[in-house]
């Protein structure tokens, strides 16, 4: 691309549109995608602290054998509302909507998202389906569990359908997102940034977008067929009636086996700004990792059936579907020791999110182990349905994909608010958050091969010294997310003045005042290099003005 | 009036028309995008059908006919001929001739309306002579039914925005250069029309 050709044209890219005015259009009906990644942010905050209170009620049922704290029908509900809001109302739309949303069009040197409007229309979408859903538990709440297996989940009331109806509009609102997002980085870099210069959290968002856009649409399908065969009675999985329960299986992890990289891939993203800025070393591998996460986002969609090995899937089956698991670890693999590359010789501050980062590296790495364990047929007939499997994925998602979400607060808070979250609070943060997490689900791993199923409000009492030692730890857990918000909100109001750019970072978002202006940049900056390459100076021009008290050239000419 | 200055214009590329060339662009891709999201929704269901068509209870299943592959056929044929018209209307447009381009725009509309009701007078026919509906006739009622349905949903939308299309022209909504709305009504009929190809298939011929 020849770069100074480029930059001299004023496009669309380049336009600034007047400020919105009023309370109304600047935080509620935004159309700027800072304050839209911000209310993703939140909301999705809102909605942890929700399902964050369902998973104690689960913790204090399980102190005893004999539960007795909730009826055995409410605490189907309650893990049923806590495994759904926490897949579809916390992280996806905080790593996608909330981190993406903010972060990535910074990152390109953009003013915007390519659709500003389709954007707003997508967040609004997600609060309604968050309300939506826990509306349900007036009616009757869901009772089969996240994944919603026919035929329990087309018998029980009118919550399921209501379900039905919630997940099928965050559904649409990620679509819509990933639309979104893969026209802005096809079409809205600043001049000079190829694709090879990209940073790589856009590299992840790159990668994540389509998988929003297909698996997303794919279970929307399913869900449509669900509601339609629980409203209409219409028999599309309903075995009495010529359906097929495995039906809904195939359709549900064509999606949701995606979804889990819908989950991380996001966080790959974050890891991968937090290391090199933190040990002031460019990444290592920088297109090993661009790369793996497209090819993780590609095998990722034909593998589903690993689901489903113990739902009489043939055999002949079941093996390719085991080896097309077990080669997604290589490029998982591949970026695991990219990153411990990029740490090593390198000289490291120790910052809250450097510490998140790393306990990402540990914690993300064993629940990967443990999904090659169950990756294999038979291991998987074995631990299939018990706490093996909890215990796996929520290593994947709270050790994986939380602690990313809690980096890249510590990392990014700075430029969301122009303050510093607290240092000291976040490091007990971090440490509290790492043990209580610890001994909440590695005891399941052992408790599984015992034989602990899943899914049912008492257990024998062999297992109860184990589920207290789990319960006692995820309160330690809870505090410390207390702990977390405690340190936003004060921080929000007293904390240190963060400064365009308090970590040293490289990538442009660093580039420009904290919180930036709403048109993010005076003059859109030409790019020249990656930016990871921290002995080098750095590769952007037209950036002189970004940080004085001049308004851009735009704006003032219409002043005259 | 701006047709002349365009011409003359054309390798200087004003910045309004380039903005106006970075719009499209954004919105052809967007659009692309959406168009396929949209074969996944489709898809699904496809596979879905085939599913459970194959799972081993004889197809069409007991008490079911075989739709009427006379009368689709002939409906098809309507489509496709819709699909022609569309195309010829779209290049009337970008040749400045408008009344052909009228012209062939409400034959696409009343072509589309044709393909609507014989898509009525097929399940009329199926539900008073063989009592075949959406939920009482097993995975054939819950298949056909959802997946032409949700095709011939997307007929309907075409036709009303071929209708929004055809007024939005006449009040000078776009010009000979600026048209992309046009372009994307054209891709979103040659969609339904490719959709149509395989429901055809799968539904009436294997
Ligand atoms: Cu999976």
Same mark, same amino acid.
């Given at each position: 691309?020849?770069?100074?050709?480029?930059?001299?044209?004023?496009?669309?890219?380049?336009?600034?549109?007047?400020?919105?005015?009023?309370?109304?259009?600047?935080?509620?009906?935004?159309?700027?995608?800072?304050?839209?990644?911000?209310?993703?942010?939140?909301?999705?905050?809102?909605?942890?602290?929700?399902?964050?209170?369902?998973?104690?009620?689960?913790?204090?049922?399980?102190?005893?054998?004999?539960?007795?704290?909730?009826?055995?029908?409410?605490?189907?509900?309650?893990?049923?509302?806590?495994?759904?809001?926490?897949?579809? &109302?916390?992280?996806?739309?905080?790593?996608?909507?909330?981190?993406?949303?903010?972060?990535?069009?910074?990152?390109?040197?953009?003013?915007?998202?390519?659709?500003?409007?389709?954007?707003? !229309?997508?967040?609004?979408?997600?609060?309604?389906?968050?309300?939506?859903?826990?509306?349900?538990?007036?009616?009757?709440?869901?009772?089969?569990?996240?994944?919603?297996?026919?035929?329990?989940?087309?018998?029980?009331?009118?919550?399921?359908?209501?379900?039905?109806?919630?997940?099928?509009?965050?559904?649409?609102?990620?679509?819509?997102?990933?639309?979104?997002?893969?026209?802005?980085?096809?079409?809205?870099?600043?001049?000079?940034?190829?694709?090879?210069?990209?940073?790589?959290?856009?590299?992840?968002?790159?990668?994540?977008?389509?998988?929003?856009?297909?698996?997303?649409?794919?279970?929307?399908?399913?869900?449509?067929?669900?509601?339609?065969?629980?409203?209409?009675?219409?028999?599309?999985?309903?075995?009495?009636?010529?359906?097929?329960?495995?039906?809904?299986?195939?359709?549900?992890?064509?999606?949701?086996?995606?979804?889990?990289?819908?989950?991380? !891939?996001?966080?790959?993203?974050?890891?991968?700004?937090?290391?090199?800025?933190?040990?002031?070393?460019?990444?290592?591998?920088?297109?090993?990792?661009?790369?793996?996460?497209?090819?993780?986002?590609?095998?990722?969609?034909?593998?589903?059936?690993?689901?489903?090995?113990?739902?009489?899937?043939?055999?002949?089956?079941?093996?390719?579907?085991?080896?097309?698991?077990?080669?997604?670890?290589?490029?998982?693999?591949?970026?695991?020791?990219?990153?411990?590359?990029?740490?090593?010789?390198?000289?490291?501050?120790?910052?809250?999110?450097?510490?998140? $980062?790393?306990?990402? &590296? $540990?914690?993300?790495?064993?629940?990967?182990?443990?999904?090659?364990?169950?990756?294999?047929?038979?291991?998987?007939?074995?631990?299939?349905?018990?706490?093996?499997?909890?215990?796996?994925?929520?290593?994947?998602?709270?050790?994986?994909?939380?602690?990313?979400?809690?980096?890249?607060?510590?990392?990014?808070?700075?430029?969301?608010?122009?303050?510093?979250?607290?240092?000291?609070?976040?490091?007990?943060?971090?440490?509290?958050?790492?043990?209580?997490?610890?001994?909440?689900? !590695? +005891?399941?791993?052992?408790?599984?091969?015992?034989?602990?199923?899943?899914?049912?409000?008492?257990?024998?009492?062999?297992?109860?010294?184990?589920?207290?030692?789990?319960?006692?730890?995820?309160?330690?857990?809870?505090?410390?997310?207390?702990?977390?918000?405690?340190?936003?909100?004060?921080?929000?109001?007293?904390?240190?003045?963060?400064?365009?750019?308090?970590?040293?970072?490289?990538?442009?978002?660093?580039?420009?005042?904290?919180?930036?202006?709403?048109?993010?940049?005076?003059?859109? +900056?030409?790019?020249?290099?990656?930016?990871?390459?921290?002995?080098?100076?750095?590769?952007?021009?037209?950036?002189?003005?970004?940080?004085?008290?001049?308004?851009? $050239?735009? !704006?003032?000419?219409?002043?005259? | 009036?701006?047709?002349?200055?365009?011409?003359?214009?054309? %390798?200087?590329?004003?910045?309004?028309? %380039?903005?106006?060339?970075?719009?499209?662009?954004?919105?052809?891709?967007?659009?692309?995008?959406?168009?396929?999201?949209?074969?996944?929704?489709?898809?699904?269901?496809?596979?879905?059908?085939?599913?459970?068509?194959?799972?081993? %209870?004889?197809?069409?299943?007991?008490?079911?006919?075989?739709?009427?592959?006379?009368?689709?056929?002939?409906?098809?044929?309507?489509?496709?001929?819709?699909?022609?018209?569309?195309?010829?209307?779209?290049?009337?447009?970008?040749?400045?001739?408008?009344?052909?381009?009228?012209?062939?725009?409400?034959?696409?509309?009343?072509?589309?309306?044709?393909?609507?009701?014989?898509?009525?007078?097929?399940?009329?026919?199926?539900?008073?002579?063989?009592?075949?509906?959406?939920?009482?006739?097993?995975?054939?009622?819950?298949?056909?039914?959802?997946?032409?349905?949700?095709?011939?949903?997307?007929?309907?939308?075409?036709?009303?925005?071929?209708?929004?299309?055809?007024? %939005?022209?006449?009040?000078?909504?776009?010009?000979?250069?600026?048209?992309?709305?046009?372009?994307?009504?054209?891709?979103?009929?040659?969609?339904?029309?490719?959709?149509?190809?395989?429901?055809?298939?799968?539904?009436?011929?294997?």
């Amino acid at each position: 691309m020849a770069v100074a050709a480029v930059h001299t044209s004023g496009g669309i890219a380049d336009h600034i549109h007047p400020e919105p005015q009023g309370f109304i259009r600047r935080y509620v009906f935004s159309i700027d995608h800072k304050i839209i990644g911000i209310q993703y942010l939140i909301t999705g905050f809102v909605f942890l602290v929700l399902a964050g209170l369902l998973a104690e009620l689960i913790r204090v049922q399980l102190m005893n054998a004999n539960g007795g704290f909730i009826s055995p029908d409410t605490y189907n509900e309650i893990y049923t509302m806590h495994g759904s809001a926490m897949v579809w &109302l916390v992280i996806i739309p905080i790593v996608t909507g909330g981190f993406g949303n903010f972060i990535f069009p910074l990152q390109l040197g953009a003013r915007d998202v390519a659709f500003p409007w389709l954007n707003m !229309l997508s967040f609004w979408m997600f609060p309604v389906a968050g309300l939506l859903l826990f509306s349900s538990f007036l009616l009757g709440a869901p009772v089969a569990g996240w994944t919603e297996y026919p035929p329990m989940s087309l018998q029980g009331g009118v919550g399921t359908s209501m379900w039905c109806v919630a997940i099928f509009l965050v559904g649409v609102s990620s679509t819509l997102t990933g639309m979104n997002f893969m026209v802005t980085i096809l079409k809205m870099r600043a001049p000079g940034m190829t694709f090879t210069r990209m940073p790589l959290f856009v590299w992840a968002q790159l990668a994540t977008a389509p998988l929003s856009m297909v698996a997303t649409t794919a279970l929307a399908a399913a869900l449509a067929a669900l509601f339609m065969e629980r409203q209409f009675g219409i028999p599309f999985y309903d075995p009495a009636r010529g359906g097929s329960p495995v039906l809904w299986q195939h359709m549900f992890w064509f999606y949701s086996h995606p979804a889990v990289y819908i989950m991380i !891939l996001p966080v790959f993203g974050i890891i991968s700004e937090v290391l090199p800025t933190f040990a002031r070393k460019p990444v290592f591998g920088y297109k090993l990792i661009a790369f793996s996460s497209v090819a993780i986002a590609l095998a990722g969609f034909m593998v589903w059936a690993h689901h489903m090995f113990t739902s009489g899937l043939a055999p002949y089956l079941q093996l390719p579907f085991m080896i097309l698991t077990f080669t997604i670890a290589v490029p998982t693999g591949v970026k695991i020791f990219s990153w411990m590359a990029t740490l090593w010789g390198g000289k490291i501050h120790y910052t809250t999110a450097l510490l998140f $980062a790393v306990g990402f &590296l $540990a914690l993300f790495t064993f629940g990967g182990v443990t999904g090659i364990f169950l990756a294999a047929v038979p291991f998987d007939l074995h631990a299939h349905g018990t706490y093996f499997i909890v215990g796996h994925f929520h290593y994947v998602l709270v050790g994986g994909s939380l602690m990313g979400i809690f980096a890249g607060m510590y990392y990014w808070f700075p430029k969301f608010s122009g303050r510093m979250l607290n240092e000291t609070i976040g490091k007990w943060h971090f440490w509290l958050f790492f043990v209580g997490f610890n001994g909440t689900f !590695l +005891p399941m791993h052992w408790l599984g091969f015992l034989g602990m199923p899943r899914r049912v409000a008492e257990y024998d009492p062999q297992f109860q010294m184990w589920n207290r030692v789990e319960s006692v730890s995820s309160f330690i857990m809870t505090f410390a997310i207390l702990l977390f918000f405690i340190n936003m909100f004060v921080s929000m109001r007293n904390g240190k003045k963060a400064g365009p750019n308090p970590w040293g970072g490289r990538t442009l978002e660093w580039m420009i005042p904290s919180p930036p202006h709403y048109y993010n940049f005076k003059n859109i +900056p030409t790019v020249y290099a990656l930016p990871y390459d921290f002995s080098e100076p750095l590769p952007y021009k037209g950036l002189e003005d970004e940080l004085n008290d001049k308004p851009p $050239a735009q !704006l003032a000419g219409a002043h005259h | 009036m701006a047709v002349a200055s365009a011409a003359l214009d054309a %390798q200087h590329h004003e910045p309004v028309d %380039q903005l106006y060339a970075e719009t499209r662009d954004m919105r052809l891709i967007g659009f692309l995008f959406f168009l396929f999201s949209d074969v996944v929704l489709f898809s699904s269901f496809i596979f879905a059908y085939l599913y459970l068509r194959n799972s081993g %209870q004889g197809w069409p299943p007991q008490g079911v006919p075989r739709p009427d592959v006379a009368l689709a056929a002939l409906n098809s044929a309507i489509l496709f001929g819709s699909g022609a018209t569309m195309h010829y209307a779209l290049e009337n447009w970008k040749h400045g001739k408008f009344f052909r381009y009228a012209g062939f725009m409400i034959a696409t509309i009343i072509l589309g309306a044709m393909f609507l009701t014989g898509q009525v007078v097929e399940y009329t026919a199926l539900y008073t002579k063989e009592h075949v509906t959406w939920g009482g006739s097993g995975i054939f009622g819950a298949s056909f039914f959802t997946l032409t349905g949700m095709h011939g949903f997307h007929v309907l939308v075409g036709v009303f925005y071929l209708i929004t299309l055809l007024l %939005q022209s006449v009040h000078g909504v776009y010009s000979k250069d600026k048209y992309f709305g046009l372009t994307a009504g054209t891709l979103y009929w040659h969609f339904v029309d490719v959709i149509w190809v395989v429901l055809f298939s799968i539904f009436y011929l294997i």
